[in-house]
């Protein structure tokens, strides 16, 4: 599922228009340059970080340089948000983990180990393992619509949205809201009565006390 | 109340849209109706899933909303999740999933795109044919025609995307002039007792109160 081809399934954020930065002059040049700030880096295994963010091509993930005809689609801004993350399965880390665990011991000629020198250990089996694994990548595609200042993020996820939401916001200086029956609401507009309204709403109740039983004889 | 508590506190608006969805689809003979785009077909399709906490009823068919178990559901005090639509509007044919407290869309499969530009027109094949060769500019102008290919089925994609979504805006628009007044208790939830409980409904009657109650909250 993607921008270009497929079913589409996506979460939209709400540009403040407020925040938003103007769409006049070089905006263009302005956004190529913040795109080439926080471009996607790959995962180093003797790195602390456990996971990676950054921004690459839309469908070219290992593409981390931008260029306006691959970006811009009149006034939609197209690009990719790439996540990559070490996932060693636990069982092999602590099966490995035990081993050097068992090696050290009998090297130091000791029975116990200080939680420091397990923790140690584990990091290092762990990096030791990243190695040999890939890690596991995500590329999800994003539409900024800029002259109606909505962003379509082409998943579901909320931790992936959560992420991506704060990349956004280091790159372009931006807040992004989620769509939510309220935020949808606010960005059509409410009164104040209807603002007060939501405030004061409660789940609508469809079986009462006098429905209940007329149904339960019903059948 | 809070930003975060305005959002978080009251995704239940999204749940009672779907069901008023289904309710007007249903009473109106799944053909529902906005100011700004008339007639068109609407209808839940495949599947709908309603829950109340961890408690959750799935039910996949063709029509899934009028099997037993779906108003059995809402009797028990679930309410819609997640459904499935159909929207046809004039010759354009749409289906999605509508998550309600999200009021995220998924599955949006949209109308058959006709040219993507991949496909040479007949005009182009007969002048490919009769054109001599040249590797270099033909290499360039198949890549030329691969973007331009490209930009215009994401035009005609994001076109009918947003065509989708501004229908159910005006939806959501209608729902909240019902939902935020006196409207929502005095004419709908009547009627949802009613057409819940199976009782008779006259579907003309309630159309005209809502449209009036709607209408109201646009003059304002």
Known sequence: MSLFRGSLTYARFFVDPALSEPTTGNFADRFLEKLAAHPFEPLDPEGEAAERIGWCRVGEPFETSFIYEDLFFNEFMNIGFRLDRWVVPPSLLKAKTREAETAYLAKKGRERLTKKEKAELKDMVSKKLRKQLAPTTRIVDLSWSLNDGVVRFFTHSTSVGAAMSELFRTTFGVTLIPEAPYTTAARLGLTADEETAWVDLEPTILVTEETAPRERGAR | MQLADKIEKRRFIGREFLLWLWFESEIFEET??????????????????????????????????????????????????????????????????????????????????????????????????????????????????????????????????????????????????????????????????????????????YRVSRDKAVAARASR
């Open chain 2, 32 to 205: 529902l109706t906005t100011k700004k785009h008339g007639d068109f077909g609407f209808w839940i399709e495949k599947e709908i899933v309603l829950s109340a906490g961890k408690e959750a009823t799935r039910i996949k068919g063709t029509t899934p909303a009028h099997a037993r178990e779906a108003k059995e559901a809402l009797r028990l005090g679930k309410m819609p999740e997640r459904a499935t639509f159909r929207l046809v509007l004039g010759e354009r044919e749409s289906g999605f999933f509508l998550k309600a407290e999200a009021l995220a869309l998924g599955a949006l499969t949209l109308p058959a795109v006709l040219d993507d530009g991949s496909a040479p027109t007949l005009g182009e094949l007969g002048a490919e044919l009769s054109a001599p060769k040249k590797k270099k500019k033909g290499a360039e102008d198949e890549a030329e025609r691969e973007a331009d290919g490209k930009a215009e089925a994401f035009f005609d994609r994001m076109d009918l995307t947003q065509e989708v979504e501004g229908i159910l805006q005006e939806l959501y628009r209608d729902f909240l002039a019902l939902r935020l007044g006196a409207s929502w208790e005095k004419i709908v939830v009547p009627a949802l007792r009613d057409w819940l409980a199976g009782d008779e409904l006259d579907a003309d009657r």
